[in-house]
């Protein structure tokens, strides 16, 4: 889903409400982000809500489309697997992590720091 950009005060940006992304599932955010459209992936995982970037650090698959498994995500490009919490990959000696940002909660909205 696509959304129109909107900034707080702080830097973060307005993205979908809690309800647009499941638990157990993930969602792909496009917007047009300082003249680059960004894909932004939302995971609602054990209860918590976590967003970075939508391409896998190995060779770039989109990370939504992946399998959750609690709050371990394994990408649909070779398996890759990583913990949501820290962002780092399951499978050493990997150390790639996951692009994640920030987030925030306003009356049932999700808001992400992208820089
Ligand atoms: S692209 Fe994600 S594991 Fe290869």
Same mark, same amino acid.
């Given at each position: 889903?696509?959304?129109?950009?909107?900034?707080?005060?702080?830097?973060?940006?307005?993205?979908?409400?809690?309800?647009?992304?499941?638990?157990?599932?993930?969602?792909?955010?496009?917007? /047009?982000?300082?003249?680059?459209?960004?894909?932004?992936?939302?995971?609602?995982?054990?209860?918590?809500? *976590?967003?970075? &970037?939508? #391409?896998?650090?190995?060779?770039?698959?989109?990370?939504?489309?992946?399998?959750?498994?609690?709050?371990?995500?394994?990408?649909?490009?070779?398996?890759?697997?990583? /913990?949501?919490?820290?962002?780092?990959?399951?499978?050493?000696?990997?150390?790639?992590?996951?692009?994640? *940002?920030?987030? &925030?909660? #306003?009356?049932?909205?999700?808001?992400?720091?992208?820089?």
């Amino acid at each position: 889903m696509s959304v129109e950009q909107e900034v707080d005060s702080e830097g973060y940006v307005k993205l979908v409400a809690v309800e647009e992304v499941p638990p157990g599932e993930m969602v792909q955010v496009t917007l /047009d982000w300082q003249g680059e459209e960004q894909e932004i992936a939302l995971a609602n995982a054990e209860g918590q809500i *976590y967003a970075f &970037k939508d #391409i896998c650090p190995h060779m770039n698959y989109p990370l939504s489309i992946g399998l959750l498994h609690g709050s371990k995500l394994e990408c649909r490009g070779h398996s890759w697997r990583f /913990d949501l919490v820290s962002g780092r990959t399951l499978s050493p000696p990997i150390r790639k992590t996951l692009n994640k *940002y920030p987030i &925030k909660l #306003i009356d049932g909205i999700i808001w992400a720091r992208l820089d």
